[in-house]
């Protein structure tokens, strides 16, 4: 083991042992400078949590909402498309159908943003400073369209299209939609990026075009770890879609606001338990899914 790396593990040149040394000392004091600059920012209080008045509050909503309310009417409806269990399938709809159109519009978005795709590696090794810069000016274009989908919350695309198309899931399904394709196609592009550039020199060498070079060459390194993340984003666009109901976009979310407003804490609380068991049946799923992948 040299000096410098004695040194860096904190370990004295001469042979003592030291707990840290000076720059993870340095690291903990910053990251906790920090965490204390946010936790006075948020006005962090746990002895507030602990008061007598919020175990109060706290166990009078667990006790209004019990028992929860498994009346027929609350869960089936009067109609076929009433009910708490109506809601439940309206929301995994939802989330099927989000995740699909943000796959649908990520997957050129990617290849766009992808700089392996556009203006760099192997496929460009020849190519003019024109091409190039054609290639590197859509690069930051899609990379700029990217963030702006990702950063704008969901909740807020599901105002925007309620007001769009009116209420109903076919809003939310579109907001999930446009705000999981910024995730998806950021994703995508990153795992284009890491490819390895012999694969697709090989590729390229045999005849193929740049196209069939990306489409044989790349997609393939990618395509097990991109279907993985597709899965997991499938299992957060569930949860996402429980809420947009708060803004008329369809799903459980209807159910959980109503129950708040109207202080009604039993059918809350059945609503609460609806939501559990669907993410946790979908995670289970999509974890068997994901092992057949891997």
């Known amino acids: 083991m040299t000096e410098d790396t004695r040194r860096y593990a904190g370990i004295d040149p001469r042979g003592s042992r030291t707990f840290l040394s000076k720059r993870s000392l340095s690291r903990v004091f910053a ?9 006075w920012i948020v006005g962090v209080d746990p002895f507030l949590l602990l008061s007598s008045d919020a175990r109060g509050q706290m166990w009078m909503l667990v006790t209004e909402g019990y028992p929860p309310d498994i009346s027929r009417d609350f869960l089936l ?25 943000a ?6 978005l990617a290849l766009a943003s992808a700089s392996t795709v556009t203006h760099q590696g192997p496929l460009y090794a020849s190519e003019s400073a024109s091409r190039i810069a054609l290639g590197h000016a859509l690069y930051r274009g899609a990379r700029l369209l990217l963030s702006f989908l990702r ?12 007001t769009a198309v009116g209420l109903g899931p076919f809003a939310g399904a579109l907001a999930l939609g ?3 394709t910024g995730v998806l196609g950021k ?11 012999m694969t697709t020199e090989a590729v390229a060498s045999s005849g193929a075009t740049r196209f069939q070079a990306v489409c044989h060459g790349m997609v393939p390194q990618i395509s097990a770890t991109a279907a993985s993340y597709t899965l997991y984003r499938w299992e957060c666009t ?19 606001v109503i129950s708040i407003q109207r202080l009604q804490y039993q059918k809350l609380a059945t609503a609460i338990a609806a939501v559990f068991a669907l993410v946790v049946m979908t995670d289970a799923l999509a974890s068997r899914l994901r092992a057949r992948m891997v």
């Open 31 to 39: 990251a906790t400078v920090i965490l204390a600059v946010a936790g």
């Open 77 to 101: 409806g009067r109609s076929l498309r009433g009910g708490l269990l109506w809601a439940i399938v309206e929301t995994l709809a939802i989330s099927i159908v989000g995740t699909s159109l």
């Open 103 to 108: 796959v649908v519009f990520a997957i050129p």
């Open 151 to 162: 950063s704008v919350p969901g909740l807020v695309w599901g105002f925007l299209f309620v």
């Open 178 to 180: 446009v705000h999981n």
């Open 187 to 197: 994703l995508y592009a990153d795992f284009l990026e890491d490819t390895d550039p």
């Open 238 to 256: 569930i949860r996402s879609a429980t809420i947009l109901g708060f803004v008329g976009a369809g799903g459980v979310g209807y159910y959980l």
